[in-house]
């Protein structure tokens, strides 16, 4: 099982994702709508986090950078319905691994990348 | 003439007229004495005789008769004895001059009666010689004191005063007349010069001058008039002026415009077209005054000056017309001005309506792909649920009914992520960029997608994650991450069209990146069949899309635009069975 972190304000679509993962069987899913309490509440035993990037309590680049400051290793996958090409290259330079665009092709993809990060 | 043969004519003429009056005086004196002598003869003659006869016998006794005769006449008488008496004696007695005394014996010896005037202290005497008839030898003579030869000889000394006088008024009237005729002659010679220098200025003035009389027949012309209608002078004098008009008709429509003239004020610089002898017509600018100004201008003669300016106003129609043809172009010029303005305002305001769209669509597409995300997600969730439903036709149905809606909504999904491609704006400004990092960084960031669809060489050597991106150093100031998303934009439509066609190890995307004259030149070439030639006119233009599913078309047109604003240039064109994109960057200058 691995220990997988959503990050979204969005509840509709964290809510979606967790029940994607879940139904799978293979992954644990912890979700956050407000990133100031997922940074208190994630431990070090998280493998991946998919990341919101427009959050109003605090912006996911900020989160990203204080995650990756804490767990250098921790993968995290940015998700953005609002998406710049500035926000991926900036988001790369600060160590996230890959970047969802919203709406997503498929749910699948969601998945397809977690495992290409962990295996 | 001067003064001095003046005067010396003057003088002459008044010598000439003193003597020539004097003469006729002299004359008119001797006649008088002469008569009056020849009276006093007779006188004293008749006086003798009546005492002669009286006293014929008391003859001898004169000296008794001496003493009558002196009571008679008031006269002194005496006897001269021509043989015993000399006439030295009466000389002496009477003191006469040498000539009296010559011509009384000249008298005396032809024995003749005679009278002689004689001026004595106490006046004027007749001295009469009478032959006595008693005594041949003997004369009587008598010496009467006369009135009138004193009267005479007087007269005569006022006369020639009067004369001289005369003379005198006579000289000074003839200076006057002199004078008179004397200027006269200079301002005669005067007005000659004149009228010579003004006929020298008429006949050589450089524009035509006319003199018509009041029946219009020419009475003057001068050279360079005869010289600019081609005649003669001869030809022209005496000749009315219908001579110079190209027909009646046009000579009695001169006719009209000089009248109309007239009533404005004056005749001037009227241009006509008149005729040369030669047949040739020209253009004339005239002028016309009258000769006398009291006179009304068609009563009398008129002065006229005729200029030929058949070239100036040939000059004048060339530069109308080219006046007329700058007008025309610069009318034209305006109007594509303005119809270029248009086509710019156009393009401003497609431009300005894409620019809306782009900021609205940065919120709208955030606000819509929320959503977006979520029904995808649930739909595709509940085609998979649907997989659990028992009744084979409903789950057949379902899935159909499922599967259309999210075709829909990828469509939906595709056209906010078009939407959002457009709305990028960056406000980085221009640094150094090393153009071959870009094209890695664009690289690493579709390698994700480019993994599965084919190889990509750049610069000759196969791309994976680990390619330094400093390997190669091609130098450009832009804006770095704008030209990072033209190279992603061309990327991705290369692995669009790739993906249609082939195996994964048929197809190849080149990249090279290299510096030509003052550019970089960054080549994308690949093996995808190239683009319809249809297409690739337009391939930079909005809304030009190959894709039948997703984009909009506008990364080409973004790009370019990208491009322009970095000072860059992109073309496209086939080679080999492939696409090329090329673009050129000014280098920067080390």
């Not at chain 2, 009384?104 to 004689?118: G, R």
């Not at chain 2, 004369?139 to 009067?162: D, G, P």
């Not at chain 2, 050589?204 to 600019?228: P, Q, S």
């Not at chain 2, 303005?341 to 606000?367: C, M, N, P, Q, W």
Request: aromatic fraction near 10%.
């Amino acid at each position: 099982m691995k220990n997988i972190v959503i990050i979204d304000d969005e509840v509709e679509i964290a809510f979606m994702i967790e029940k994607f993962l879940s139904k799978s069987g293979n992954y644990h899913v912890k979700t956050f709508h407000n990133p100031l309490v997922a940074l208190e509440s994630i431990q070090d035993d998280v493998d991946v986090v998919l990341l919101d990037i427009m959050m109003p309590q605090m912006g996911g680049m900020e989160v990203l950078q204080k995650l990756k400051e804490k767990y250098p290793k921790m993968h995290i996958i940015m998700m953005t319905a609002y998406s710049t090409l500035d926000k991926v290259l900036d988001s790369h330079r600060h160590g996230a691994v890959h970047y969802l665009m919203k709406p997503f092709k498929s749910l699948g993809e969601i998945s397809a990348k977690i495992e290409e990060i962990t295996t | 003439m001067s003064n001095y043969k003046r005067y010396t004519t003057l003088g002459a003429f008044s010598i000439l007229l003193f003597f020539f009056i004097f003469m006729i005086q002299q004359r008119m004196y001797n006649s008088n004495v002469k008569m009056f002598l020849e009276l006093e003869v007779l006188f004293e003659q008749s006086i003798y005789d009546a005492l002669s006869l009286k006293h014929a016998e008391l003859s001898s006794d004169l000296e008794h008769i001496l003493e009558i005769e002196r009571t008679i006449s008031g006269a002194q008488y005496f006897t001269f004895d021509a043989k015993k008496q000399t006439l030295s004696h009466i000389k002496e007695f009477y003191s006469l001059s040498l000539d009296d005394l010559k011509y009384i014996e000249d008298k005396i010896k032809q024995s003749h009666n005679f009278s002689y005037p004689l001026k004595l202290e106490e006046g004027w005497y007749a001295v009469t010689f009478i032959k006595n008839l008693q005594h041949p030898d003997t004369f009587i003579v008598s010496f009467r004191k006369s009135q009138v030869l004193e009267n005479i000889y007087t007269n005569r000394l006022k006369q020639l005063f009067i004369l001289v006088l005369i003379v005198v008024i006579l000289s000074y009237m003839l200076n006057l007349l002199l004078l008179r005729a004397k200027k006269l002659t200079s301002e005669k010679n005067k007005i000659a010069l004149a009228l010579q220098e003004t006929n020298l200025y008429f006949d050589n003035a450089m524009i035509g001058f006319l003199v018509i009389d009041k029946n219009k027949k020419i009475i003057k012309a001068n050279r360079f008039l005869c010289k600019e209608f081609g005649f003669s002078k001869e030809e022209l004098i005496g000749k009315t002026t219908d001579i110079l008009h190209i027909s009646p008709l046009s000579y009695a429509k001169w006719c009209e415009l000089i009248t109309t003239k007239l009533k404005e004020g004056s005749v001037e610089y009227v241009r006509y077209k008149m005729k040369r002898k030669n047949g040739e017509e020209i253009y004339v600018e005239a002028s016309g005054v009258p000769f006398d100004k009291e006179k009304d201008f068609l009563e009398g003669s008129t002065v006229w000056t005729m200029k030929d300016i058949t070239q100036q106003v040939e000059n004048e129609n060339i530069i109308k017309e080219q006046e007329e043809y700058l007008q025309q172009r610069v009318v034209e010029e305006v109007q594509k001005n303005i119809e270029r303005t248009k086509a710019y305002e156009e393009e401003k305001l497609r431009d300005v309506k894409f620019s809306a769209i782009g900021k609205l669509s940065a919120g709208i597409t955030h606000e819509i792909n929320t959503p977006l995300t979520y029904i995808k997600g649930n739909l595709e969730m509940m085609k998979l649920d649907m997989q659990d439903i028992s009744d084979a036709s409903l789950k057949q149905e379902l899935t159909a009914s499922c599967t259309n809606l999210q075709e829909g909504v990828n469509r939906i999904a595709t056209i906010i992520s078009s939407m959002q491609e457009m709305a990028q704006q960056s406000n980085e400004t221009k640094e150094p960029v090393n153009i071959y990092d870009t094209l890695v960084t664009a690289l690493i960031l579709a390698h994700n997608r480019s993994k599965h669809i084919c190889k990509i060489y750049l610069n000759n050597k196969e791309f994976t994650l680990n390619t330094s991106k400093t390997e190669f150093e091609c130098i450009c100031t832009l804006q770095k991450q704008r030209i990072e998303q033209v190279w992603i934009v061309i990327i991705n439509n290369a692995l669009d069209e790739l993906q249609k066609k082939g195996t994964f190890q048929e197809r190849r995307l080149r990249i090279d990146c290299f510096v030509k004259e003052q550019y970089v030149v960054v080549k994308f070439k690949d093996n995808g069949g190239g683009i319809d030639e249809e297409i690739l006119a337009q391939i930079f233009e909005p809304f030009v899309s190959t894709k039948t599913h997703g984009g909009m078309g506008v990364g080409l047109s973004i790009s370019k635009k990208i491009l322009q604003e970095q000072d860059g240039i992109i073309e496209a064109y086939n080679e080999d069975g492939g696409a090329v994109f090329e673009v050129k960057l000014l280098k920067s200058a080390i």
